[in-house]
């Protein structure tokens, strides 16, 4: 391409990410809002990707995009019924409710500090040396250590395994988290994700996807060794089509309180862990992996991590467990366009 | 051991396992408290506390001994490209006093749900071999089993085989996990040396204290939960940018490599920048640390949780951002312009203790002034900033770190104490008001006891490490000339003397008309009457290390105890900088002759 267009398109790029970022802070209907976000997720994606940063722009659209953005238009229904359950019961508990939302001045407090931190950044990014220091040649320079060829992997799994590490132990706490918010008689029950709406073109698109996710998923495990890809992004997309089947009303969750969902969710934590400690004794020392079965270890840890990381997505998105009644009862009055 | 032997003075490798051990058992029990059952799950935790007690004292007293920090490099991968995990003597003794409060804790809340088993009507004996199958004549029948897609696969996995236990299951079950995910989470954040790991710890840290805070259920709590978990998230943000802006400038994480790179007489750093990073990192964790004007989620986060959450979230959770922030200030606090934002911050902790403990003096429940108190306490952990970034004066510095670091210590105790102690009182009184409270001197002497012992350390009333504390903070402020701080100091213990005096005035009336005990009475017959031994003494104990804390701390200032605990890197690299400097022009740090 031209430079001078490259420029012009990386401009727009960043020009339509703030005015989306924008929109969908000031837009007043929520489902407005929430496009807006979910548009957002997806120009940020096309900005990884002009960054040159692909593994980034997976996640980002996976989980930026795709999972947050069920979450918000489930969670904007459902506000959307209790407003109108509300509405019915009487006018003092809406009353109550715009009591409780945030004051204006405190708004407008936070609206400054927001842009005196977005023009502290600006100068401080103007001011940073440029090329920036990097340690890319170093990473790239011991990744044959790894015996992998993708850099990104490389960090992850290799020379930061312990943020990585601690970053799912996270996951599965935050699920934790989630479940506790059950109430007692549920909890130990299955959680579910909420019927879609639109139940026909869901229906569709939930036989016609996955085949197509799941392979993808494994070709972005597979290759993430050499290429772009690897543990995150792959449990991300399994997630996702999970999400597409359960909000279809094609599958269940089994109950939070099954043996198998749990292992399910801890394997790859636990696994890593194990393998870390292993390390200890067979290689140079913790989170190490032993010399000639460094790819060994690794895709091990990178399948289970990645059927955790789906898992646990999964899971985050559906919630916690409810009561059976809710289930058909009046949660979703109509579509909320 | 050779090894040891030849590299005294230098980071040791040798109690590498240790300190590896502190990060990764903890972790692992929560895995394990996740996957296994509920009494399975809480003897996994309480099993590995004691063995965490053991590491963290092993790695203290190699620390000691040696003199130099433990050094553990992960997966052979050297920083700048790898991480380093290092527990110097600041880390190793906050993952004592950790250690030593997570497993009170934990006995604490052992405790507490066998007593609530025995109220429940489920034999005591019973409830400890994984037989709480019969359920108790006063459990609910369990939820309608009539169509819900719920049981169709949960009985074959273990779901179904044991009828869901009464209330606390669910809090119990979560409980454990998630101590051991802040056991673990702040382990890591005191040995971490990399800013990102600190970053991937803290999260850890804020998404087990978040669901902590709501374990009640109630919708207060979870509005509080809430609050908390929106304001920690954007302090993560915060933090975030600071640690980008300082990766962007000097292109290293790890804390030691980003001291050398920004020693004077090194001009490449853009210092500018690097300030603006450490005012949106320090921001970030003020929020999760809870410091005043940040402090809006702290008082309601208290006020329903259960007492052992409150113990670990006031005690513990608020020191883990506190130590990040030190951790920053000590490696980067000179940059130009570090020392007004350390008065800043110095200011903001002034407000804190005196708008903290004014607060607390008008609460009416007791739990939420013992939580506004907390507010107040954090304030004089960022009194003594000035000192601590005073790089002309190396004794006033360690002086100002020793006071910061006795002041966390002292107060995680008797605030622990104190908050086991207000769950036990209002347990007893069957409601959360002060003036329910008469009658608890002649009921529950001990746990009276306990909360007054814990109550003269926040005074800073000698010999209590409190005192000690404040001391060393009065010291260090006067040291840079603020006497407005060292008179809050001093205004602050006044102030704490006023609202415990309004509690112990309160236990030690006659019980008025006895309505809270009716109602006690009257929920839970006789196991609410009989001897709690075990959980008083959890208190009592708590109490009086606070208290101890002031003669641990008195000794070592002649015989250099602490002093040594607290000295290694980081104090090293304050004092690098004098070496290369000549004494600056500070008119501050001047005035302090340095003996």
């Known amino acids: 391409m031209i430079p001078a267009l490259e420029r012009a398109v990386e401009l727009a790029i960043g020009a339509m990410l703030v005015g989306l970022a924008l929109w969908s802070v000031l837009v007043r209907p929520r489902f407005a809002s929430i496009v807006g976000f979910v548009v957002f997720g997806l120009l940020l994606m096309l900005a990884w990707m002009r960054l040159g940063a692909p593994d980034v722009a997976m996640t980002e659209g996976a989980i930026g995009s795709g999972l947050a953005g069920f979450l918000l238009l489930s969670a904007a229904a459902r506000l959307r019924c209790s407003e109108i359950r509300r509405a019915r019961i009487g006018a003092g508990e809406p009353q109550r409710a715009r009591d409780r939302s945030p004051r204006r001045s405190s708004i407008v407090a936070l609206g400054v500090g927001c842009a005196a931190v977005a023009a502290a950044l600006a100068a401080a990014v103007a001011a940073l040396p440029h090329p920036a220091p990097s340690l890319a040649p170093a990473a790239l320079e011991r990744l044959p250590e790894l015996g992998i060829g993708n850099p990104v992997s490389g960090v992850l799994i290799g020379f930061r395994a312990l943020d990585t590490l601690v970053e799912k132990i996270v996951l599965v706490v935050a699920l934790v988290g989630v479940w506790g918010l059950a109430a007692e008689a549920s909890w130990r029950r299955a959680p579910s994700v909420d019927p879609s709406p639109e139940i026909e073109p869901i229906r569709f698109l939930a036989r016609a996807l996955p085949p197509v996710g799941i392979v993808l998923a494994i070709y972005l495990l597979w290759r993430g060794a050499t290429e772009p890809g690897g543990a995150f992004p792959a449990g991300a997309i399994l997630a996702a089509m999970a999400v597409l089947v359960l909000a279809a009303g094609l599958g269940r969750l089994p109950p939070t309180a099954a043996r198998s969902l749990r292992l399910a969710i801890c394997a790859g934590p636990l696994v890593f862990l194990g393998v870390g400690g292993l390390g200890m004794g067979v290689a140079r020392g913790f989170l190490d992996y032993p010399a000639g079965f460094e790819v060994l270890s690794i895709k091990l840890i990178e399948v289970l991590l990645t059927g955790s990381v789906a898992v646990v997505l999964l899971l985050l998105v559906a919630g916690p467990p409810e009561e059976a009644a809710s289930a058909n009862g009046m949660r979703r009055p109509e579509p909320p366009l | ?595």
């Not at chain 2, 934990?106 to 034999?123: I, K, N, Q, S, Y």
């Not at chain 2, 989470?185 to 978040?210: G, P, Y």
């Not at chain 2, 000690?468 to 602050?492: E, F, H, M, P, R």
Request: hydrophobic share 55%.
């Open chain 2, 1 to 595: 051991m050779s090894a040891l032997a030849a590299s005294v003075g230098t980071p040791s490798t040798a109690g590498a396992p240790l300190i590896v051990g502190l990060v990764a058992l903890p972790m692992a029990a929560a895995l394990a408290a996740v996957l296994l059952r509920r009494r399975a799950a809480s003897a996994a935790v309480l099993l590995s506390a004691p063995i965490l007690v053991g590491l963290a004292f092993a790695a203290a007293a190699m620390v000691l001994s040696t003199g130099s920090p433990i050094e553990c490099v992960l997966g052979a991968w050297k920083p700048p490209l790898g991480i380093v995990l290092r527990a110097d003597g600041l880390g190793t003794a906050m993952m004592v006093v950790t250690a030593t409060i997570a497993s009170a804790v934990a006995l604490f809340a052992a405790a507490t749900e066998r007593r609530g088993a025995a109220m429940r009507g489920t034999a005591p004996g019973s409830s400890l071999n994984d037989a709480g199958a019969t359920p108790g004549p006063a459990d609910p029948p369990p939820g309608d089993h009539s169509g819900g897609p719920a049981e169709a696969g949960g009985e074959a996995d273990g779901g179904g085989e044991r009828q869901p236990d009464a209330a606390p299951e669910r809090a119990s079950a979560t409980f454990w996990v998630l101590l051991a995910s802040v056991w673990g989470a702040l382990n890591l954040t005191f040995i971490a040396n990399d800013l990102f790991t600190l970053f991937v710890a803290l999260e850890l840290l804020t998404f087990a204290a978040v669901p902590l805070v709501c374990l009640a259920g109630t919708p207060p709590a979870l509005r509080a939960a809430l609050r908390y978990l929106l304001l920690a998230m954007a302090g993560s943000m915060l933090y975030l940018l600071g640690v980008a802006l300082v990766y962007g400038s000097l292109g290293a994480l790890d804390l030691s490599l980003i001291a050398e790179l920004i020693a004077p007489g090194t001009d490449s750093a853009p210092r500018g920048v690097l300030l603006l990073a450490l005012v949106l990192a320090t921001t970030g964790m003020l929020v999760k640390t809870a410091l005043v004007p940040l402090h809006a989620w702290l008082p309601p986060a208290h006020a329903g949780a259960p007492p052992q959450a409150s113990a670990l979230l006031s005690a513990l959770v608020v020191k883990g951002s506190w130590f990040v922030i030190l951790r920053l200030w000590l490696t980067l606090g000179e940059v130009p312009g570090g020392r007004t934002v350390a008065f800043a911050l110095a200011a903001l902790g002034a407000v804190a203790i005196l708008f903290g403990s004014a607060t607390a003096l008008r609460q009416r429940s007791l739990k939420l002034l013992v939580a506004w108190s907390t507010v107040a306490q954090i304030g004089y952990l960022f009194v003594a900033f000035p000192a601590l970034v005073a790089a002309a004066a190396p004794t006033l510095a360690t002086e100002a770190l020793r006071g910061g670091m006795l002041q966390a210590i002292s107060h995680a105790f008797a605030k622990a104490a104190m908050f086991l102690a207000a769950g036990l009182l209002v347990e007893r009184a069957g409601r959360d008001r002060i003036d329910a409270l008469g009658g608890a001197f002649r009921r529950m002497p001990i746990i009276f006891a306990a909360f007054a012992i814990g109550g003269l350390s926040l005074m800073g009333l000698p010999p209590s490490g409190g005192f000690w504390a404040k001391w060393l903070l009065l010291q260090a402020t006067i040291g840079v000339g603020a006497w407005w701080l060292a008179l809050t100091i001093l205004a602050g213990g006044v102030l704490a003397g006023a609202y415990l005096l309004r509690v112990l005035r309160a236990c030690g009336a006659e019980a008025p008309a006895d309505l809270g005990a009716d109602r006690a009475v009257v929920a839970a017959p006789a196991a609410a009457i009989a001897p709690d031994r075990l959980r008083t003494a959890i208190v009592l104990g708590l109490a009086l290390v606070s208290m101890f804390l002031g003669f641990a701390a008195m000794v070592p200032a002649e015989r250099c105890g602490v002093r040594r605990l607290l000295r290694s890197e980081p104090i090293t690299q304050l004092d690098r900088p004098i070496e290369v400097l000549p004494p600056p022009s500070t008119p501050h740090g001047a005035a302090e002759a340095a003996p």
